[in-house]
């Protein structure tokens, strides 16, 4: 099981890297200009230097390098685009005489190294972006479980866990073991309530294996004097993103208010002036519908994203608080795929 797992994540990334590698042949990306649209919202979770040695890398995908950052940023302004707070687009793209394409960076979760490598590198080209905070990350009232599983996989020979079918016992000896084991939680996570899952996952990692869930919140995330220093930097702007990182479609309309209504509160508080958009956690189809959309809206949104990937057009005033985002993914940091991103095309051969 885990070497068919191990090979269906390479193959993966083999076709969606064979896709760029097409996309950022000379004279592709001018054979459909229009496909680029109005350009772009890229998506950012870490940034920070290699880590050198590490075989084990399930969140991999979630890190950039500065160095990649700034390729990005230079790629961007190369292709014409204009960087623009996030909050600002809708109103941007609904100006007829405005025919400008844009930029906006977003980085989610309120990384401590969006502060130290992320910011610097805005700085430096006059670049706005939007941090999008979870007060449960900030307050160390909950953990992160991706992070979890990782830790717990990657110090394990051996996880005994219910996933749902009784006990069992997985074998970690291994990096292709491992990162099944990781999937594995990934997938329980999603399968039953997640409040349910993220506690048994937090309960395993410190009874079995000595892993404190909360000190990796607090060794990873920004507290709340780290956020009111960094909001007086007028380029950032702090987002909303939900008070504990759930899955909003599947909780209940009271929650979905809660978790909307107190993270807007709290992120106030924070940056002293109240967010002007939104991002939902995971952001997959299964996580935002229609319910979750308008509700936004209701809130007072101007913009919300979701992670599913396009390009920015016409299309996209109709559902301000739906916009597609373009991940920046750790496993692709080369200049020229940025480039094929911007193109719009591999969207279009989706």
Avoid at 7 to 34: C, D, H, M, N, W
Avoid at 133 to 144: A, K, L, Q, Y
């Amino acid at each position: 099981m885990a070497a068919r797992a191990t090979a269906k994540r390479f193959l993966k990334y083999g076709i969606i890297r064979t896709g760029l590698e097409a996309v950022a042949l000379p004279g592709v990306q001018s054979l459909f200009p229009a496909a680029a649209g109005r350009g772009m919202i890229f998506t950012l979770h870490h940034v920070r230097p290699e880590r050198s040695g590490a075989k084990f890398a399930p969140n991999a995908l979630l890190s950039v390098t500065p160095e990649f950052l700034e390729q990005a940023v230079e790629t961007a302004l190369e292709g014409g685009l204009t960087p623009v707070h996030l909050h600002d687009l809708p109103a941007l793209l609904a100006d007829p005489g405005d025919e400008r394409r844009f930029v906006a960076f977003t980085l989610d979760d309120g990384y401590r190294n969006n502060a130290e490598f992320a910011a610097p590198v805005f700085r430096k080209h006059d670049v706005p972006y939007t941090i999008f905070i979870n007060p449960g990350f900030v307050e160390r009232t909950g953990s992160m479980w991706w992070e979890t599983a990782a830790a717990i996989a990657r110090k394990a020979d051996g996880i005994e866990f219910d996933f749902g079918g009784g006990a069992e016992t997985l074998r970690t000896t291994t990096r292709a073991s491992k990162f099944a084991a990781f999937e594995r939680f990934a997938d329980f996570v999603q399968s039953i309530d997640e409040d349910e899952a993220v506690q048994r996952i937090d309960e395993v990692a410190r009874n079995a294996h000595n892993i404190d869930p909360m000190a990796i919140v607090d060794s990873l995330v920004m507290d709340e004097e780290e956020l009111r220093a960094l909001a007086e930097d007028p380029l950032v702007h702090l987002g909303a993103h939900t008070v504990t990182h759930v899955n909003l479609r599947r909780v209940a309309d009271d929650r979905l208010k809660s978790e909307i209504d107190q993270s807007t509160a709290l992120v106030e508080a924070y940056a002293g002036r109240r967010p002007r958009s939104f991002a939902y956690p995971y952001g997959w189809t299964s996580a935002v519908g229609a319910r979750e959309v308008k509700a936004v809206a209701d809130a007072g949104f101007a913009a919300a994203v979701t992670t599913q990937p396009g390009v920015l057009d016409a299309a996209c005033l109709d559902q301000p608080t739906a916009l597609p985002r373009v991940s920046l993914n750790g496993h692709y940091q080369k200049k020229r795929y940025v480039r094929a991103l911007m193109s719009g095309l591999p969207f279009k051969l989706m």
